[in-house]
């Protein structure tokens, strides 16, 4: 299996510039989750999905993000207009149920906001 | 809601010597344990974890942790350090089964430098 597959794996964008990152998950996981690791506030959960429905979005910033996931295969985090303080690594994990809550991680996409 | 600290944000060993990095948990129902491992411009893999069977874990790499439920802790040990283990070793604690319990809560991270 190839693994979850983010792109890009670096992204530079001028402040107000609309960002999106993207995700394919490992087939046959039914969990999909965005994470956010920066110096400051270390890994947050930004929002998860299972089969495909947002399951808790408590940790997206502010009305800024919104991420979607169309199918099993694909998810993106989007973010409009792109801060300074958006700059960060994103990561995108997935899991299936009867692991027990291990997840798979992606390479994470490097966002530098200017 | 549950949350892990990591004591020490930077432990540095000498290659062949003891690791022991410290995570002690917080959590209002029996929690699944973690610790994952990351290499510089990786994402995060997973070392071993706890999941309410036996209380002494083996992961890979030759690293084991405790849970101690008494303690609150569930330190990652390894008996002699090699120069590839040194990057950043996460500690994170999820609700077992109940609703959400994929949702990791992710510790702040110790960075693990091996000295020559």
């Known amino acids: 299996d190839a693994g979850v597959i983010q792109s890009p794996r670096h992204e530079v964008t001028e402040m107000g510039q609309e960002v999106t990152l993207r995700c394919k998950p490992i087939?046959?996981?039914?969990?999909l989750f965005w994470y956010r690791q920066t110096m400051m506030r270390g890994l947050e959960l930004l929002i998860y999905f299972n089969n495909n429905v947002p399951i808790d979005d408590s940790g997206m910033p502010e009305d800024r993000f919104s991420a979607k996931m169309p199918n099993a295969s694909f998810s993106t985090l989007k973010i409009q207009p792109s801060e300074p303080r958006d700059s960060a690594v994103y990561f995108c994990?997935?899991?299936?149920?009867?692991?027990?809550?291990?997840?798979?991680f992606g390479n994470g996409t490097r966002l530098t906001v200017t | 809601a549950q949350s892990v600290t990591q004591l020490g944000s930077h432990v540095s060993v000498s290659e062949g010597a003891l690791v022991l990095l410290r995570c002690n948990y917080s959590?209002?129902?029996?929690?699944?344990l973690f610790w994952y491992v990351q290499y510089p411009n990786q994402g995060l893999q997973l070392l071993l974890k706890y999941t309410s069977a036996a209380t002494l874990v083996k992961g890979i790499n030759g690293f084991e942790a405790e849970f101690k439920k008494s303690e609150t802790s569930f330190h990652l040990t390894k008996p002699s350090a090699h120069m590839r283990d040194a990057a950043e070793y996460f500690c994170a604690v999820s609700d077992g089964w109940i609703q959400g319990a994929q949702k990791l809560v992710f510790g702040q991270g110790t960075r693990l430098t091996i000295n020559p």
């Open positions: 959590s209002s129902v029996p929690p699944y």
């Open positions: 994990a997935s899991s299936f149920f009867q692991a027990r809550s291990t997840l798979h």
């Open positions: 087939s046959g996981h039914d969990y």
